[in-house]
């Protein structure tokens, strides 16, 4: 008798802490992972970020994985919702918030944050600046806390410019998860000093100058 081994691997390494799962008659789907998967005990990544940038236009776009979409553009600030822990980058652990400047995400600041973002619940985050200090908050139940998660001082107007694109950037590596913006609202007011506001050339079909955006 002839004895024989054999193996099949996958390309590339995969986190474990993912739940997973692995059919043998061959008919695994990615819809049947997340149907039959507990997302909750998963351990998610990258994150994502809340990016105001002035100088690469609407359709910035930085690197993936541990750079959350952000890395690479210049002339930025960002506030950042990480769900990894990337040494590299000297996070603090794998949930946390972090305010990052010029593309760069090796935060100027972070604050670790508990639970996981990445626990399947929703969350609410509210992030103001007057002129002089970034405020970060967050709720599990809607609710606005009176003490901020994160506190930074921060001149924006001197890093971006008299004004700015605004959204949000994302990114996955090794692991993956899914961030659903449910809805936002961007607003200035008089209070912060941009120079002409941010929003100040656009028009609704009025001609009306906004001021508030929601989507």
Known sequence: LTTHTGRVHLSKHHGLGN???VPLDGGATAAMARALCDRRTGVGADGF?????????????????????????????????????????????????GINVNGSVFSVQTVSVSPDFDNGEMWTAWIDYDGTT???????DG??????????????????????????????GGAWETIDVMNW????SDLV????????NDTDPDEDALSVSSY
Not at 134 to 140: C, I, M
């Open 19 to 21: 739940d997973f799962l």
């Open 49 to 97: 970020t809340f990016t105001l940038q002035s100088l690469m236009g609407p359709t910035a776009l930085g690197t993936a994985g541990g750079s959350l979409g952000y890395d690479g553009i210049s002339q930025s600030v960002a506030v950042e919702f990480d769900t990894w822990n990337n040494g590299e980058y000297n996070d603090p652990d794998s949930n946390h918030l």
């Open 134 to 140: 970034l405020e970060v908050r967050l709720s599990r």
């Open 143 to 172: 609710v606005r806390p009176p003490v901020a998660a994160m506190t930074g001082v921060i001149d924006i107007p001197s890093i971006v410019g008299s004004s700015a694109w605004v959204g949000f950037t994302g990114g996955t």
């Open 185 to 188: 609202t961007f607003a200035t």
């Open 193 to 200: 000093s941009f120079g002409p506001s941010v929003l100040a």
